[in-house]
């Protein structure tokens, strides 16, 4: 009775450590955690709720361990001749990358990556007790490829963890860039492509790298462009002994029926799913122009999201933001601020609330 965390047996490395960390707060205009602003339409949700009806009645037994149908949808989605064996799937991206972690980190083995990066990284580490490396982005927020060269033959990672786009900067890698690291490393080389389907016209996916590097894994999520962040299903194409690898790691029956018959159905209308991401392109695209005429600094954004800044006290504009009821992300380098891409109407109350904030 009355006890704390502090009076339990927690590990060592784990005391004085907060959970993951975006503030779900009550407010009218949510521009946090990159989410597509868009609910399904009433027809998408008719046909998800007569798939999950059809897994409840088969609820008494356990689901396909192998997702098979699920991973054969997703291989098609994906294209570029890839098939069910090629694809793994779980409870989104983030455990699909615990489970990389798990199965080719752990203790004595490092993990690297390039920061400003996304801040679920080093907790996959952590929970998995692989060391956790980082490399300091160029200025722009780019990867020098002749530094990461360097400290990959340095250091020697088992696991390079590479977002593109990135997030929260919204960078994208060149695939040389890519190729470069890849033909260095000397373990597996994660490419987390969450916001792929936002990037700009022209910027290539690293799953056209696939055939060449048997260790690239590519990771994908139907959390962001899919609009099915509650859905929970994130996924990996790689080289098939890369999926059995994953096998030998994940939970009995990790991903449920319900969650299978989710995605299934949501596979199924991708079309309309995705329909909005041109959209929210177009509409990253005139908030980089418009943050950039207010005089402020916007970072180029292949994602639906934008980093802008710079400001003496980063805290203080969030916090104007949000007494106007306009919820952004504080994160990233000291001094800037991510604004995720929400509607229209959302996208003019956060115009309207930096304005005043600003007093501009
Ligand atoms: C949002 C995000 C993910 C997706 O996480 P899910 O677990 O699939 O919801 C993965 N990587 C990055 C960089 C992200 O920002």
């Keep these: ?33 990159n989410e597509n602003p868009y609910p399904p339409s009433e027809a998408v949700v008719a046909d998800i709720a007569r798939s999950v009806a059809e897994a409840a009645r088969g609820l008494n037994r356990y689901p396909d361990r192998e997702a098979l149908e699920l991973r054969r949808a997703l291989a098609t989605y994906l294209g570029h001749g890839l098939t069910a064996n090629n694809v793994w799937a779980a409870n989104g991206s983030n455990e699909v990358m615990l489970q990389i972690l798990q199965a080719f980190g752990g203790p004595g083995r490092v993990a690297m990556s390039f920061e400003p990066t996304y801040s679920m990284y080093p907790e996959y580490a952590r929970d998995t007790n692989t060391t956790w490396l980082t490399v300091p982005r160029s200025d722009d927020f780019t990867i020098d490829p002749e530094r990461a060269v360097r400290e990959i033959v340095h250091h020697k990672p088992s696991v390079v963890f590479l977002a593109s786009p990135n997030n929260p900067t919204g960078t994208s890698l060149p695939l040389e860039v890519i190729e470069r690291i890849c033909a ?4 597996m080389v994660v490419v ?13 996916s690293a799953l056209t790298l696939l055939p060449s590097y048997p260790r690239l ?41 319900v969650s299978q018959a989710v995605a299934l159905a949501a596979l199924r209308h991708a079309d309309e799913l995705l329909a909005r991401v041109d959209e929210l392109r177009a509409r990253r695209d005139q908030t980089v122009s418009w943050l950039r005429g207010l005089g402020l600094e916007a970072i180029d954004s292949d994602a639906n999201f934008v980093l802008f ?15 106007r009821g306009v919820l952004i ?12 891409i929400g509607t ?6 956060f115009r309207a609330a930096l304005r005043e904030v600003l007093a501009l």
């Design 309 to 323: 800044g710079r400001f003496e006290d980063r805290h203080a504009v969030w916090k104007g933001l949000l007494d």
């Design 184 to 187: 260095v490393a000397p373990g």
């Design 329 to 340: 992300r504080e994160t990233g380098p000291d001094g800037w601020l991510r604004v995720s």
């Design 192 to 204: 987390d492509e969450a916001y792929a389907e936002f990037r700009r016209e022209g910027t290539p």
């Design 217 to 257: 894994v590519v990771t994908r999520t139907m959390s962001k462009a899919f609009a099915l962040a509650g859905g929970r299903l994130g996924y990996l194409a790689a080289d098939p002994a890369v999926v059995d690898a994953l096998r030998i790691v994940r939970l009995p029956y990790h991903l449920s029926a």
């Design 1 to 33: 009775m009355g006890q704390t965390l502090a009076d339990l047996p927690l590990r060592d490395d784990l005391r004085d450590q907060e959970p993951y960390g975006a503030p779900q707060l009550d407010v009218a205009v949510r521009l946090n955690v």
């Design 344 to 349: 229209f109407e959302e996208m003019t109350a």
